[in-house]
């Protein structure tokens, strides 16, 4: 019980820099916000956390089946891996100050169904590619191969259920132009930390092994 906490302390240590840091997200959810009322941004939040338990399962199936098969493929799945979160590392090193506003400010929230709302989020993260390794790098890094798939599987639900929270809480606050604005003059020291946090785990996935 104790190397799981560690694993899931280990994994939310690096996945809350990656959701806190401003990005296509959180736009989106603050548009949605805007333009179609609290109501539907929150269920585009619930969307994208449903969609990130998509990656994370395919992720957990995909990386035994991997490391199964050949010791090769696992080490070129590790490598990418390290390239990605190295470079995540330095996007977000150079990223700086993040604009959050929105030209659409003075635009009427318009109706939008729930059904449409939850499915833009979904779709929106479903099919998003960089996911895909993302989650293979740090599970790669981080999680033990003899830790049991529902115990990973339960570190996916953690991990959706504290994106859908900070999504809702980006539709209950970061609608405020006030808390938007301090939100943005914080962003360059949060892309700074969450650079040293994807290269620091980049680094740490290298020296792993298969076996």
């Not at 050949?70 to 150079?94: D, E, H, P, T």
């Not at 590619?129 to 740090?138: A, D, G, R, T, W």
């Amino acid at each position: 019980m104790h190397q799981y906490l560690i694993e899931l302390a280990s994994l939310m240590a690096v996945f809350s820099f990656a959701i806190v840091a401003p990005g296509a997200d959180t736009a989106m959810v603050i548009r949605q916000a805007v333009l179609h009322g609290r109501k539907a941004a929150v269920l585009t939040s619930f969307g994208i956390g449903t969609s990130l338990m998509f990656h994370v399962s395919y992720t957990i199936l995909g990386l035994g089946l991997i490391i199964s098969k050949s010791i090769l493929l696992f080490n070129i799945v590790k490598w990418l891996g390290v390239a990605y979160l190295v470079f995540l590392g330095i996007q977000s090193l150079r990223a700086g100050k993040v604009s959050l506003q929105q030209d659409v400010a003075a635009v009427p929230a318009a109706r939008q169904s729930a059904g449409r709302a939850f499915l833009l989020g979904f779709l929106a993260n479903a099919l998003n590619p960089k996911p895909v390794i993302f989650f293979l790098s740090i599970f790669s890094a981080v999680v033990s191969l003899s830790t049991p798939s529902a115990v990973k599987f339960g570190y996916g639900l953690v991990m959706a259920s504290c994106l859908i929270a900070w999504f809702v809480g980006v539709s209950l606050f970061l609608t405020m132009p006030q808390m938007r604005a301090g939100f943005e003059r914080a962003s360059t020291w949060i892309n700074r930390a969450s650079g040293a946090v994807f290269i620091a785990f980049g680094l740490k996935l290298a020296t792993e092994k298969a076996g």
